[in-house]
């Protein structure tokens, strides 16, 4: 239980309860750029230092798993210059990321399809998840080249050999098995989205994790979002009266 209000007593609630996962579909970067007149790419860069912002506070305030969504499988269609910085991005970023992660005991971790992303991206990747492997605070979960019919595919066809081979029979085949066949395998579905830039819709992301997430749109551009609009999207998120389609208490 947290309370993550304390500036502010005119806001203070006694039971916000900061959600277990939250999932950020960080959008915007582009924009942001583009009403400062500079390219694209200066918005990612502008967005990896929010990330840092973000991931930090986050871990401050007991969220046990921050999932970002920060290429998707549709990205790969924007023109190629772009795309190659996003992909160079996470090599200068990771490294100058690490002692941060490390003084507050994050593991990061990774969703998508990772074996399908360059080489000098997979290994900025791969080795910020191995430095900190042994750290058992926040999970920062990083959604590369990830998409969520994608993964759904990937997870029939996983299944689907499964049952070819008699490992599985058809009855065996339920939510949970499901589950277990997706790339979010290891973590509870998140109870909270956030997407910023003032979209409101998936973009393909996390569709069967969100089923009952809710969800917080944010006008704010992502390279502009700050620790105090996450404590705004938390204490939305606590006033909303979750149903899971029954009825209120
Ligand atoms: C989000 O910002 C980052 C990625 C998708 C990689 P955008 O690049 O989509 O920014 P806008 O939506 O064009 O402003
Ligand atoms: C979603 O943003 C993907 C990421 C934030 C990584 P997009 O900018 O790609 O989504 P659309 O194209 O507006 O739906
Ligand atoms: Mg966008």
């Known amino acids: 239980m947290f309370n993550i209000f304390k500036k502010n007593a005119s806001q203070t609630i006694e039971h916000d309860v900061v959600p277990e996962h939250i999932a950020i579909i960080m959008d915007g970067n582009g924009r942001w750029a583009k009403n400062r007149k500079m390219p694209r790419v200066k918005g990612h860069y502008e967005g990896m230092q929010t990330v840092k912002r973000i991931t930090t506070h986050a871990s401050q305030i007991g969220v046990k798993y921050l999932t970002l969504y920060a290429f998707s499988t549709e990205n790969w269609s924007r023109p190629k210059e772009e795309v190659n910085y996003l992909m160079k991005l996470p090599v200068d970023f990771l490294a100058s990321f690490l002692p941060d992660l490390m003084k507050n005991n994050v593991k990061v971790e990774s969703i998508g399809f990772i074996e399908q992303l360059p080489e000098h991206t997979k290994e900025a990747l791969y080795k910020v998840q191995r430095e900190t492997e042994n750290n058992t605070g926040m999970k920062l979960i990083f959604a590369l080249n990830y998409g969520g019919r994608k993964e759904i595919v990937a997870a029939v066809q996983l299944l689907a050999a499964a049952y070819k081979n008699n490992e599985i029979q058809l009855d065996d085949i339920d939510e949970e098995r499901v589950g277990q066949a997706l790339f979010t395998r290891d973590y509870p579905d998140p109870e909270l989205l ?39 999207a938390i204490h939305t998120y606590c006033k909303r009266q979750r149903r899971f389609g029954g009825l209120n208490g």
């Open 194 to 232: 956030i997407r910023t830039s003032g979209e409101k819709r998936l973009s393909n992301f996390m569709l069967w994790q969100t089923s009952y997430s809710e969800f917080v749109f944010d006008e704010k551009l992502w390279p502009d979002y700050a620790p105090e609009d996450l404590d705004h």
